[in-house]
């Protein structure tokens, strides 16, 4: 057997099978969210059958393996004001469930407005506001803008003082102990 040259970097052969082994989880990966993402669309596609739903366009997967909503409608302005409907898959519901957005966005951003049962929630969601979940708060930054609010050194008071420095005490030991959890179950 010949030395390696000085250039070339000897790869461990458990390290080759480590690398092998990763790969392999990671296709397996993408292959289910794949496989999920179709049954997906022929679940939505069977659902619009079934109600004798000719889609614009029907359910699919992306170029990049994410679900593609059905089109069931075009935007209307015209006599009366038509959002566009889509039917997607409720994972939560674990049905077809319609989507709108408003058609006077430049990029508009789709949102549930209710699950499909019948013809006649297509055509009660053309006119409902799509509803978006709220965002979740960030306790971490409200806890900070609220240290950095309450400054203990301009109060004249000095109990007052006292009971603005254990706020931002408990407040600290609160996220150096959430911050703990977190990067405690990002290792787990």
Do not use: C
């Not at 059958?49 to 393996?65: F, K, N, Q, S, T």
């Not at 400054?151 to 703990?180: P, S, Y």
């Amino acid at each position: 057997m010949t030395p390696p040259a000085a250039d070339q970097t000897v790869v461990p052969d458990w390290l080759a099978a480590a690398e092998a082994a990763h790969q392999e989880q990671q296709i397996g990966t993408v292959a289910q969210l794949l496989h999920r993402a179709q049954r997906y669309a022929d679940l939505i596609n069977a659902r619009l059958a079934d109600l004798g739903i000719e889609p614009i366009e029907a359910a699919g997967v992306d170029d990049r393996g994410t679900l593609r909503p059905a089109r069931l409608t075009q935007p209307e302005v015209e006599p009366y004001a038509y959002y566009e409907v889509r039917a997607a898959w409720s994972e939560d519901d674990k049905q077809v469930e319609l989507h709108t957005a408003d058609w006077e966005d430049h990029d508009p951003t789709f949102g549930r407005v209710r699950l499909l049962h019948s013809l006649a929630d297509v055509a009660a969601a053309r006119r409902e506001t799509p509803t978006f979940p709220a965002p979740r708060r960030d306790y971490l930054r409200e806890a900070i803008r609220a240290i950095d609010g309450l400054d203990a050194d301009r109060l004249n008071n000095a109990q007052v003082e006292e009971i603005a420095n254990a706020v931002h005490g408990n407040t600290a030991a609160l996220l150096h102990l959430a911050d703990t959890i977190a990067r405690t179950r990002t290792t787990v």
